[in-house]
C-alpha cells in the first residue's frame, strides 16, 4: 500500500496507533519526485540518458529510457511494478544498476505514462505480445549479457516472458507465486477481515511456478524482509518450487517491497549472481 501524501499515513498511524501529537510542516504537504529522471543527468554524468519508443504492428507506441554508456557490464531490462512511470520513478530505479556499470532500459506499460496507444481493448495476452516484442527489440540491438528484470507486478510479467525466450538471466524482485496471493497481499492487515478479493479468470491463470517450470537460464529472487506486500514468505516458496541449479534467493534486510535494490546487501548479491554464484 502506498500513500500519495504523508499527511494520509499520519492519520492512518492516529487511528490505528491511539492518540499521540505528530509534528506536521507545510514542506510535506508540497508534493516532489525523488525518483525522477532528470536527476540521472546529475547522479549519472557519464551516462548518456536517451528517450526511446517502439512502435508496435496494432500502432501502440511503447516509450521509455535507455542510460547507458559504452563500457558496461551488462543491459538490464526493467518491467516496472504497477503503477511506476519512468518519469516519476526513473532515476531511482536506475540508480543501483548504474552503480553496477550496467546499462538500463525500460518502457511505461501500454497506454500509460509515456507511452501511447489506440482505444481498444487491451487484455494480459495483448500485454504478453508487447512484452515479447519489446524484448526481442532490445535483445537485437543488445551485445553482450541481456538481464531481465521485473518488480512487483513487473515479476509476474518476467517470468511470463522467461517462458517463452532463453534468457542470459532473470531476476524478480518483490515477488510472489500467483496473482491470487499478490492480490490478496495489497489489502492492508486491519481491512483483510472484511475485504475478499476475487479475480477473473485470466488473472487467476497468472502464476509464476507455471510460467517458470521449464526455465533453466540463471534466476535471482530478491525480496525485502520487511515487504508486506509481497511477503518474504511467499517468494521464498516460488524459489523452493524451482528446479533450477542455477538460482538464488536473497531476503534484503531493513527493506520493504520498494527500496530492497537500495540496499548494499542487494547489490552484493547481484554482482554474485551475474557472475555465476547461485545459492539456495
Given at each position: 500500500?502506498?500513500?500519495q501524501?504523508?499527511?494520509?499515513?499520519?492519520?492512518?498511524?492516529?487511528?490505528?496507533?491511539?492518540?499521540?501529537?505528530?509534528n506536521?510542516?507545510?514542506?510535506?504537504?508540497i508534493?516532489?519526485?525523488?525518483?525522477?529522471?532528470?536527476?540521472?543527468?546529475?547522479?549519472?554524468?557519464?551516462?548518456?540518458?536517451?528517450?526511446i519508443?517502439?512502435?508496435?504492428?496494432?500502432?501502440?507506441?511503447?516509450?521509455?529510457?535507455?542510460?547507458?554508456?559504452?563500457?558496461?557490464q551488462?543491459?538490464?531490462?526493467?518491467?516496472?511494478?504497477?503503477?511506476?512511470?519512468?518519469d516519476?520513478?526513473?532515476?531511482?530505479i536506475?540508480?543501483?544498476f548504474?552503480?553496477?556499470?550496467?546499462?538500463?532500459?525500460?518502457?511505461?506499460?501500454?497506454?500509460?505514462?509515456?507511452?501511447?496507444?489506440?482505444?481498444?481493448?487491451?487484455?494480459?495476452?495483448?500485454?504478453?505480445?508487447?512484452?515479447?516484442?519489446?524484448?526481442?527489440?532490445?535483445?537485437?540491438?543488445t551485445?553482450?549479457?541481456?538481464?531481465?528484470?521485473?518488480?512487483?507486478f513487473?515479476?509476474?510479467?518476467?517470468?511470463?516472458?522467461?517462458?517463452?525466450?532463453?534468457?542470459?538471466?532473470?531476476?524478480?524482485?518483490?515477488?510472489?507465486?500467483?496473482?491470487?496471493?499478490?492480490?490478496?497481499?495489497?489489502?492492508?492487515?486491519?481491512?483483510?477481515?472484511?475485504?475478499?478479493?476475487?479475480?477473473?479468470?485470466?488473472?487467476?491463470?497468472?502464476?509464476?511456478?507455471?510460467?517458470?517450470?521449464?526455465?533453466?537460464?540463471?534466476?535471482?529472487?530478491?525480496?525485502?524482509v520487511?515487504?508486506v506486500?509481497?511477503?518474504?514468505?511467499?517468494?521464498?516458496?516460488?524459489?523452493?518450487?524451482?528446479?533450477?541449479?542455477?538460482?538464488?534467493?536473497?531476503?534484503?534486510?531493513?527493506?520493504?517491497?520498494?527500496?530492497?535494490?537500495?540496499?548494499?546487501?542487494?547489490?552484493?548479491?547481484?554482482?554474485?549472481?551475474?557472475?555465476?554464484?547461485?545459492?539456495?
Amino acid at each position: 500500500m502506498k500513500f500519495q501524501f504523508p499527511f494520509f499515513a499520519i492519520l492512518l498511524a492516529l487511528l490505528v496507533g491511539g492518540c499521540s501529537t505528530v509534528n506536521i510542516t507545510s514542506k510535506q504537504f508540497i508534493p516532489k519526485d525523488a525518483g525522477k529522471v532528470a536527476l540521472l543527468k546529475k547522479t549519472a554524468p557519464s551516462y548518456q540518458v536517451d528517450d526511446i519508443e517502439f512502435t508496435h504492428p496494432d500502432g501502440a507506441i511503447s516509450r521509455g529510457i535507455f542510460v547507458h554508456k559504452p563500457d558496461a557490464q551488462f543491459m538490464v531490462l526493467y518491467f516496472m511494478g504497477a503503477g511506476v512511470r519512468v518519469d516519476v520513478n526513473g532515476a531511482m530505479i536506475a540508480k543501483p544498476f548504474i552503480e553496477m556499470n550496467a546499462n538500463f532500459i525500460s518502457y511505461d506499460y501500454h497506454d500509460f505514462g509515456r507511452s501511447d496507444a489506440p482505444e481498444s481493448s487491451f487484455g494480459l495476452p495483448d500485454l504478453e505480445r508487447e512484452t515479447l516484442a519489446l524484448y526481442d527489440h532490445v535483445r537485437a540491438t543488445t551485445k553482450g549479457t541481456l538481464v531481465v528484470h521485473g518488480h512487483s507486478f513487473g515479476s509476474f510479467v518476467a517470468a511470463k516472458l522467461a517462458g517463452k525466450r532463453q534468457l542470459d538471466a532473470l531476476v524478480l524482485e518483490g515477488t510472489g507465486t500467483n496473482a491470487q496471493a499478490y492480490a490478496d497481499n495489497q489489502i492492508p492487515w486491519f481491512a483483510k477481515p472484511f475485504v475478499r478479493v476475487k479475480l477473473d479468470q485470466e488473472l487467476l491463470a497468472i502464476d509464476n511456478r507455471a510460467a517458470l517450470s521449464s526455465y533453466d537460464g540463471p534466476v535471482l529472487i530478491i525480496n525485502g524482509v520487511n515487504d508486506v506486500q509481497t511477503p518474504v514468505g511467499i517468494s521464498r516458496e516460488l524459489f523452493d518450487s524451482l528446479n533450477n541449479p542455477r538460482k538464488r534467493f536473497e531476503a534484503v534486510n531493513e527493506a520493504g517491497h520498494m527500496n530492497s535494490m537500495s540496499k548494499a546487501q542487494a547489490v552484493s548479491a547481484y554482482r554474485a549472481f551475474i557472475g555465476g554464484a547461485y545459492s539456495s
